[in-house]
């Protein structure tokens, strides 16, 4: 029994800069490179890399970039019985600049992405009853993500919500009781507590203020929240009903004073928790550690899902199955075998995208006089 990911898949168009531009401004960029993400997909990668059995949910154009998207989860193991196409959109693209700082920035084009409604959730019961652990996200249609949530509470399952991208209007009340947690970062946090209108969200500038913003979305019905604080302390708070803060803090080692690119940290975090939660048995509170583990090694590499450890790479007291304490499991076979060999696994990732996605990019440069390669620029 593993994880459930309703969600988002897309394609990165990911160029390293050395800032960000300005309004009207044009700089020189040093790198440029096509990289599968998108919230769900992300989430999902990160937990079938950690060797849970991970079922998408998910819809793409029918187009080349979403053949290559079901040819990427197939490689690492993700299973896709439940990922369908449209021919009423392009499959989803993120244009990402990435600043030296490791800061982004992300413009979304949800395509297909927008497709995905209650229907598709329906079609995919198979999936929500061999799971535990449910995902979702709100780069979906809301009604596609409450439909998730819905069939994941009627399944049995452990809801976990990840309010990301922080949403625009106040969601629906009915929301909250279904999730056993939600999972915003801070900005999010504060934006859901809105009551009536976005103007009206708590504050989060101050820890005490995060937590009091926690516990407003506590009162609303959910299980637990579980805040991550990337640009605060790098670590996540959980906060239950009743009970004190809990604060897990990114270990001595992992603390960079640098980072390569935070896309996707979120992601890695939440792909980790329904992971140890689902595989590895762990209750909440005991798989955070590892979910902070997880996105303190992503946001020292480049990319989403390319940023995300293989289980062979993490401490074995964190992400070892106890014994008696959930199911045995074996990495699906294609996992196995990058499992030993991260590092062509890494490129393998990102010349399969390249290769099926590059006549999309020489087609677009040839058409308007320019030369240039897919995946230019500084090592990777
Ligand atoms: P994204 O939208 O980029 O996926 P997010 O905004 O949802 O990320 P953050 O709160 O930035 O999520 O970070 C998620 C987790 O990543 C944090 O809880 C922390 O474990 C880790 N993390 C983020 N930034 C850093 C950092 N600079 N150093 C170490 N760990 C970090
Ligand atoms: O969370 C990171 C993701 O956000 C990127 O992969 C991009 O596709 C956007 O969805």
């Not at 897309?10 to 700089?27: K, Q």
């Not at 079922?55 to 187009?63: I, N």
């Not at 979906?140 to 990301?164: D, E, I, Q, Y």
Request: hydrophobic share 45%; charged share 15%.
């Amino acid at each position: 029994m593993g994880v459930v990911v309703v969600g988002s898949a897309n394609v990165d168009l990911v160029t390293n800069a050395p800032r960000f531009a300005e309004p009207g401004e044009t700089l020189m960029a040093t790198q440029f490179e096509q990289l599968f993400g998108g919230k769900g997909a992300n989430q999902a990668v990160a937990a079938s890399l950690l060797g849970s059995s991970v079922f998408m949910v998910a819809k793409l154009g029918t187009d080349s970039l979403g053949e290559a998207s079901i040819a990427n989860f197939h490689s690492l193991g993700v299973d896709t019985s439940h990922v369908t196409t449209t021919g009423a959109a392009a499959s989803g693209v993120a244009q990402i600049t990435v600043a030296a700082s490791g800061q982004n920035q992300i413009l979304i084009v949800p395509g297909a992405n927008g497709e995905l409604c209650a229907a598709d959730i329906d079609a995919a019961a198979p999936a929500f009853a061999a799971s535990r652990v449910l995902l979702t996200q709100l780069e979906v249609p809301v009604p596609a993500t409450l439909a998730a949530l819905k069939a994941g509470r009627a399944a049995g399952l452990t809801t976990v919500f990840n309010s990301a991208p922080a949403p625009t209007e106040p969601l629906p009340d009915e929301l909250y009781p279904l999730c056993d947690v939600v999972c915003p970062n801070e900005t999010e946090t504060a934006l859901l507590t809105g009551e009536t209108a976005l103007a009206r969200s708590m504050p989060t500038d101050t820890i005490e203020e995060c937590e009091a913003a926690a516990r407003a979305i506590l009162a609303k019905g959910s299980g637990a929240v579980v805040m991550t604080l990337g640009g605060r302390g790098r670590r996540c708070m959980l906060v239950l009903p009743g009970q004190p803060a809990t604060h897990v803090q990114v270990p001595p080692h992992l603390r960079a004073e640098s980072v390569a690119d935070t896309t996707g940290a979120g992601d890695g975090f939440l792909g980790a928790l329904a992971h140890l939660m689902a595989s590895c048995g762990k209750p909440l509170a005991e798989a955070l550690p590892g979910a902070v583990h997880v996105a303190s090694i992503s946001v020292q590499r480049r990319g989403a899902q390319s940023s995300y450890p293989l289980a062979a790479e993490l401490p074995p007291d964190i992400f070892g199955v106890e014994a008696g304490d959930g199911e045995p499991k074996a990495a699906p076979a294609p996992l196995a075998k990058q499992q030993t060999e991260a590092a062509p696994r890494r490129s393998h990732h990102r010349s399969r995208l390249a290769a099926a996605a590059g006549w999309h990019a020489v087609d677009t440069l040839v058409t308007s006089g320019m030369v240039l390669g897919v995946g230019t620029g500084g090592a990777a």
